[in-house]
């Protein structure tokens, strides 16, 4: 690629790679028309890939709207579909759960193995006196207890709400306190960079902020490195289980809509939401995504590398890959450590199929250079994608040659917490891939690109991104909130009984009907009237030779109200140069326009980050606005990134 490209050219566009497709679960492009023929009755397609304890009498009830019912009538149980139908389809021995340690332990779970477990504790927390409906918190990091306990939760048809491990006691209170929680899973401790962290003491402090009883589980990851004591109403997972050792809990039966789970949002807009998932529905989608989307087979090992405490590890590393049936892995700790290789160690040594992962990581990994992947053998890698922001152009080629070896598909996918599951993506099998764009909407999902009236924008323009339709996957409301439900996300784009979904994004689309998501509509700068997408400037500046991260906000300025502020780090072999500032300056010129030239352009050496990896612009306002305009250096005061960090925990 040229050095000086600052976007893809509009026609850059690669097929399916033959061999890819020819053993691709949705190879048809047929299918998309099927769907709109069969619409809502091409859903039954989701559903058959699950294990109905009922059938449902329909596949949709809108007599509500927007509080739509999925599969009506309809019984399941989501423990059930992602356990135990598999060793009845005799795939007892096969590995369920592969966890890498931060310590570079190991475990495997065979089906049988997740059985075994998920009933003992299913058992336990039935004996603690959890009820079908009752919320159970789960306060766990990346080790195997966090999806074991998820799924002995649906098992009981206790609704789980995980949180992230890396939140504050304040955080957990409060997620606590909003969803009604009297029970806790939680852990003693875990490492960090080779340290021990003592999560328990969070979880304690969580505690004691509540006015209610609370029974909490404690995991004992850290054995004699950390001695945790028990308090009263709290119990050891481990003896729990020693207790109920080879006790089995028939699953419970759950209404299609009842809720599987809540999660609240990774709140980098404001207050945090408990959105509410189903169990029908949202099942249904997770499996049909993962099926469609990420190709997904019994016999693949599969790696998601998102936390599990935020939605993507949710979907498409619990739920979708296991009611597969499929080998689903899960790692505990970071890319780097303890080197930069740790990712594609674990991609080696386990013949990985299927990778999915962040733009952000992604862009670490090139800013760390290719010298850590080149040493790994990748061959057993068929399929990437990627999710959580746009990924820009150079970053997904960077991806497609250095982790796929230039023969894999890579699966640019759009979908939220409120979504379920993926809604924007190109079907790997079936779809040219137009690097910087998502794609098309899934068959059957009425994603559109809409103007401020509703009525859809022309190719190339900017507008709002919004579904008009329901689908298996989407919310059942937010958690004792149906008002913020339908004022939030209904209101602003429905009109009469046409209930319209808004996504908060904004969006361009293409001539081929591709949708190109441009970030949040509220992360707008206005510069003398022009309305600037951050996420577009982002883009153009990423795809510099020698960024690795770019994030844009904006600053006061006397003449125009508002100036565009870059903050920028390079990659490995690059250094902050007065030769790189022009460039990047003329680059946004070139792109969007001189208006959105940047005044400042800071380099730092890391842009400050939310937990789920999202930067934090609001925080970046705030440096901008007393940052005197042409520091061009460095981040003029290092230590708010530093106390960034250090509370990074309270989001
Ligand atoms: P909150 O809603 O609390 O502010 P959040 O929106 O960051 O937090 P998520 O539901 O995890 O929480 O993220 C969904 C958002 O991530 C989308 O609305 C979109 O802005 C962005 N996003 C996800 N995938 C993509 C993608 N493939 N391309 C562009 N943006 C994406
Ligand atoms: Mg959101």
């Not at 499996?287 to 998601?304: F, H, I």
């Not at 982002?538 to 300025?557: N, P, T, W």
């Amino acid at each position: 690629m040229n050095v000086h490209t600052m976007t893809a050219p509009a026609d850059e566009r690669y097929e399916p790679p033959r061999p890819f497709a020819e053993q691709a679960n949705v190879s048809d492009p047929g299918i998309y028309e099927e769907f709109e023929d069969e619409w809502p009755d091409c859903w039954e397609r989701a559903a058959a890939l699950l294990d109905w304890h009922r059938e449902h009498d329909r596949v949709l009830d809108d007599a509500n709207a927007p509080f739509y019912e999925w599969f009506p009538g309809g019984e399941l149980n989501a423990a059930y579909n992602c356990v135990d139908r598999h060793i009845e389809a005799g795939r007892k021995t096969q590995a369920a759960l592969k966890w890498e340690g931060k310590r570079r332990e190991t475990r495997t779970y065979t089906y049988q193995d997740l059985y075994g477990e998920v009933n003992e504790a299913a058992a336990a927390l039935r004996d603690l006196g959890v009820e079908e409906g009752d919320v159970v918190t789960i306060y766990l990091p990346m080790i195997p207890e966090l999806p074991i306990t998820m799924l002995a939760c649906a098992r009981i048809g206790a609704p789980h709400s995980a949180v992230f491990a890396g939140f504050s006691a304040d955080a957990l209170a409060t997620r606590m306190e909003s969803a009604d929680s009297e029970y806790l899973i939680t852990c003693d401790g875990y490492y960090r960079r080779g340290n021990a962290f003592n999560q328990k003491s969070k979880a304690d402090n969580a505690l004691m902020a509540l006015d209610r009883e609370v029974t909490t589980v404690v995991v004992d990851r850290l054995g004699p490195d950390l001695d945790h004591g028990l308090d009263a109403g709290q119990y050891d997972y481990g003896e729990l289980l020693f207790a109920h050792a080879g006790a089995t809990v028939d699953p419970v039966p759950r209404e299609a809509g009842d809720m599987l789970f809540l999660m609240y949002t990774s709140g980098t807009t404001g207050e945090p939401k408990g959105i509410t998932h189903s169990t029908g529905g949202y099942l249904s989608y997770a499996a049909w995504t993962s099926r469609a989307v990420l190709d997904l087979e019994p016999e693949d090992t599969y790696w998601c590398s998102a936390d599990i405490g935020w939605i993507t590890g949710h979907s498409y590393t619990v739920y979708g890959p296991l009611a597969l049936g499929t080998t689903t892995l899960l790692y505990e700790g970071t890319p780097d450590y303890p080197d930069r290789s740790r990712l594609w160690e674990i991609v080696e040594r386990n013949a990985v199929d299927v990778f999915y992962t962040a733009p952000t990581a992604i862009r670490a990994f090139m800013k760390w250079g290719e010298e850590y992947p080149d040493g790994h053998d990748l061959s057993s890698l068929r399929l990437l994608g990627t999710v959580g922001e746009p990924i820009n152009p150079r970053a997904w080629n960077w991806y497609r040659e250095h982790i796929g070896g230039g023969d894999c598909p890579v699966v640019d996918t759009w979908w939220q917490t409120e979504t379920g599951g993926m809604m924007v993506t190109t079907l790997p099998g079936v779809s040219s891939m137009k690097p910087g764009s998502a794609g098309p909407p899934l068959p059957g999902i009425g994603a559109r690109v809409v103007g401020e009236d509703g009525s859809p924008v022309d190719p190339g323009e900017t507008g709002y991104l919004v579904v008009d339709r329901p689908w298996p996957g989407m919310f059942r409301s937010l958690y004792g909130d149906d008002e913020r439900y339908r004022d939030e996300y209904w209101e602003p784009f429905s009109e009469g009984d046409d209930w319209v979904y808004f996504s908060g994004d904004g969006a361009k689309v293409d001539e081929d009907g591709y949708i190109t998501v441009l970030g949040r509509v509220d992360d707008v700068i206005n510069v003398s009237g022009h309305r600037l997408g951050t996420m577009e400037i982002e883009s153009a500046i990423v795809d510099i030779e020698g960024v690795a991260e770019a994030a844009v906000v904006g600053g006061d300025h006397e003449r125009d109200g508002t100036a565009v502020h870059a903050y920028v780090s390079t990659d490995h072999s690059h250094e902050p140069s007065e030769a790189l500032r022009e460039r990047i300056v003329a680059s946004v010129e070139e792109a969007i326009g001189p208006f959105a030239r940047p005044e400042a352009v800071v380099f730092t050496p890391e842009l400050p980050k939310t937990r789920s990896g999202k930067i934090m612009r609001r925080l970046l306002e705030n440096i901008a606005n007393q940052e005197p305009l042409g520091d061009t250096s460095t981040l003029r005061n290092p230590e708010v990134v530093g106390e960034i960090e250090a509370t990074d925990d309270e989001l």
